[in-house]
Nanobody, 122 residues
Framework: QVELVESGGGLVQPGGSLRVSCKASEPVFSRYTMAWFRQAPGKEREFVGAVRGSTSFADSVKGRFTISKEYATNTGHLQMTNLNPEDTAVYYC??????????????????WGQGTQVTVSP
């Protein structure tokens, strides 16, 4: 099973930017989909974005978040811009082999990172 280690996150003011990273224990980008989910207190885990050949994002972050792949280090990056308090959550990366229709379903992913806190506050 692929091991994922997340880094980044932290506290940022509204309108600011932040990047979270997800380093895999083996090459993943040619074999798996890498996805990002988030979970706010008292809420269910929700899909943020994913990358396989192309990227796909939730409507709530489209145009503000991007995903990039660093093949040399097996690391994916979630770049977040124009953050607002509603983006406050624990962010998780995951890898798996979902089909297109299940890509936004957390159950489609077998390996998960430990999560990293992102807090958007004045």
């Amino acid at each position: 099973q692929v091991e994922l280690v997340e880094s980044g996150g932290g506290l940022v003011q509204p309108g600011g930017s932040l990047r979270v990273s997800c380093k895999a224990s083996e090459p993943v980008f040619s074999r798996y989909t890498m996805a990002w989910f988030r979970q706010a207190p008292g809420k269910e885990r929700e899909f943020v974005g994913a990358v396989r050949g192309s990227t796909s994002f939730a409507d709530s972050v489209k145009g503000r978040f991007t995903i990039s792949k660093e093949y040399a280090t097996n690391t994916g990056h979630l770049q977040m811009t124009n953050l607002n308090p509603e983006d406050t959550a624990v962010y998780y990366c995951a890898v798996g082999t979902p089909i297109t229709s299940t890509m936004r379903n957390a159950r489609s992913y077998a390996s998960w990172g430990q999560g990293t806190q992102v807090t958007v506050s004045p």
